[in-house]
């Protein structure tokens, strides 16, 4: 940002939101708007009124969502479903109470989820299936297309298809994976690493590999634009965007957006154009419209504590966030 220009204002049209807890994920269940937080409850809100459901007997440490339940995982073992009324339902519950630090779920209503060293997945009819891995399993996404799911671990991506009985492949890279996202078209897949750095690989009979480095920080916020043609991430005192249009990033430069003297925490495409939110560890705000790098501020660094979760309605009309010391809001774009 030219430090002689300051962006635009949209702080008038915030809602502020008092989640009183650290904030794992923000999702829209629908119309109504549901925080996960740190001390296992579900905030419920919508037009302003707040309703708190509890979820779990102990932390939310992982949260999903697919538009219509929250799914989230707990340091009690417990996978746990919150729809936009009504009570939490149990889905899975670990008989070790092994801690659950990753979910996710595929687009035809499937679910996934980790313990220990084990991953286990459920398929839209309710069929479960698991696999024990050789090492942890960190970050989980299912494919775009299909029921094929990626599982972050060390030393690389293992690729498991839950529905058959063939051995997962595994992408190999040396190194601690921690996150993993499929790209929207289903060509690549990327890791977020303990080495402050993101690894790629463009699938195929060979699939070849993508070094994305230079990091300060670990890049653990990872959000495709609606094209599928950027890839923008967290860990620097500016938002860094890939480029993945043709064979991807391997020998092109990315675009560095919303530059500040902070670190960027967490980032999060709009679902229909290529704006950007860009929240920083001091709790400062910022869209940023990635054809013309221009800047609007949505909250200013009030405290020095962290933006933790975003999350766009379908129509991209309202941007939720929440924080590390529990504020939160809601901003609606001006028509």
């Known amino acids: 940002m030219d430090k002689q220009t300051k962006p635009v204002s949209l702080r008038e049209h915030v809602v502020p939101v008092e989640a009183g807890e650290h904030v794992v994920s923000a999702s829209w269940l629908k ?32 949260a999903c969502s697919d538009g219509e339940r929250l799914i989230s995982g707990g340091d009690d073992g417990r996978v746990v479903a919150t729809l936009a009324e009504g009570e939490p339902t149990e889905i899975y519950r670990d008989p070790k109470r092994r801690w659950i630090d990753a979910v996710t779920l595929s687009g035809s209503g499937g679910l996934s989820w980790n313990t220990g060293k084990t991953v286990h997945a459920r398929d839209d009819k309710g069929r479960l299936r698991s696999f024990d891995f050789a090492s942890t399993p960190q970050g989980l996404v299912f494919a775009p297309k299909g029921y094929r799911l990626a599982v972050a671990q060390m030393n690389g991506v293992s690729l498991w298809y839950p529905n058959t009985e063939a051995k997962p492949d595994f992408l190999e890279w040396k190194g601690s994976h921690l996150d993993v ?12 690493m303990q080495e402050n750095a993101l690894h790629g690989w463009r699938l195929g009979d060979k699939p070849t590999h993508m070094r994305m480095t230079g990091y300060p920080a670990k890049p653990r916020s990872l959000s495709w634009s609606q094209d599928g043609l950027w890839l923008a991430s967290s860990g620097a005192d500016a938002a860094i965007i890939w480029p993945f249009q043709g064979e991807g990033p391997t020998g092109k430069a990315p675009r560095e957006c919303g530059a500040r003297h902070a670190k960027v925490t967490r980032v999060a495409f709009h679902p229909k154009a290529l704006v950007l939110a860009v929240g920083y560890d001091d709790g400062c705000i910022l869209l940023v419209r990635l054809t013309d790098a221009s800047e609007l501020l949505v909250r200013p660094p009030l405290k020095a504590s962290g933006i933790t979760a975003f999350a766009w309605d379908k129509l991209g009309k309202r941007l939720a966030f929440g924080a590390e010391d529990g504020a939160a809001g809601v901003l609606t774009l001006p028509t």
């Open 181 to 192: 996202t499929w790209s929207t078209d289903g060509r690549f897949v990327v890791s977020s």
């Open 31 to 62: 119309q109504t708007l549901a925080f996960a937080l740190a001390d296992g409850r579900v905030l419920r809100w919508r037009d302003g009124e707040t309703e708190s459901v509890a979820a779990h007997a102990g932390g939310i440490l992982t």
